[in-house]
């Protein structure tokens, strides 16, 4: 497991086959973690080691022609759905042997240590640590493996790329809604636990990866750190924020891909691709805010634009603030059927949501310069 994807079972509970990839995978885990200093796992930089080890040679491996060849004729949805329920069963798994290993290693030097810490008990920690690897390693290639299955370009050489694969495995400036749709997914009794286990749910100032690891071991720390209530808490927290990971995963990147699919369209069918481009940004500034889905889309365009078209608009990149007075100038230099820069405009406007009214404008104005009739 280490190196290849995750194979579907066919059991919908814990399997044999289940406990033989976790058993696997925890033990190469193992050996992950005995090669840290303290100072990697106290300074969060074991999170950058992982991250190397977890998609290193698999994004070689784990491309969309593998999923094709996988499961054949099967739409990206459907095995989104899979592999999500997948990922979670082991990670339930995995959090029942971690959070039961913990509580014995802390039961076992409690009478020897004088009430020390549980972050100083070697046994202790390396458990937490494989508890917190395994976690971590599964939501990334889960998160990675949406991506792929949506066709959504992602260069992990890029910190870019990087960075918005970890925001989405990890849903870091969605913690809250993550937190709240764990809590209503259990047992009333652990409901506050978990809300403090989600309590630094959004990381707002992280500005690296060895902060996400700080974030991540605090985390589990608490999660499986409970005495009684550890073990069945480890295992309902990993189920749940994998199945929760693994939907927000999809949603952002179905979501990405939605954008990417309209910006081929748009582009493939447009006759007047550089007049598209001063359009489509003229009603993205309508409201003087751009959406996410409006950025992603225009950053789309502009590059099919030039790939397709040869087209670059070096004014179009250096432009502050556009004036619609020169946008409707173009306009009215461009001879011939402009329908399709009315649909253009129609498209982007809908993009992020309903058409607000400053769009609509810009777009009434527009059907009026485009009527050739």
Sequence with gaps: MSEAPIDAVDADDVSDADRKIVDEERANLRDFI????????????????LCARALGSYTDKVTWQYFQEKYEGVPADAIVDQRTKMAARYAALEGGLSAGAYTAAIIATLGTLGGSSPATVPAAVA??????????????????????????????SDPDDLWKLIRVAFTIKSGEVVREGVVKAVPAIIRPVIKRFYSRGVLNAAKGLPVVGKFLLQRNVLKIGIPLVGVPLAVVLNRYSTLLAGR????????????????????????????????????????????????????????????????????????????PADVWQRIDAEPGDLRDILDVANRVAAV?????????????QLRVRSDRG
Excluded: C
């Design 248 to 323: 927000h995963a999809q949603a952002v990147f179905r979501n990405e891909a939605r954008v990417i699919e309209l910006a081929k369209n748009l582009s493939k069918r447009s006759q007047h691709p550089q007049l598209m481009l001063w359009v489509a940004w003229l009603v993205i500034m309508a409201d003087r805010k751009i959406s996410d889905d409006e950025a992603l889309l225009m950053r789309y365009l502009v590059s099919l634009v030039r790939d397709e078209h040869q087209v670059v608009d070096e004014q179009l990149s250096r432009l502050v603030d556009i004036d």
């Design 127 to 156: 458990t937490v640590m494989i508890d917190v690897a395994f976690i971590t390693q599964l939501q990334l290639r889960l998160a990675y493996d949406v991506a792929v299955l949506y066709r959504v370009p992602l260069d992990l």
């Design 34 to 49: 005995d090669g840290l200093s303290p100072d990697d796992i106290r300074s969060g930089g074991w999170f950058t080691k």
């Design 352 to 364: 992020d949501g309903a058409i607000n009214a400053r769009e609509e404008s810009v777009i009434s």
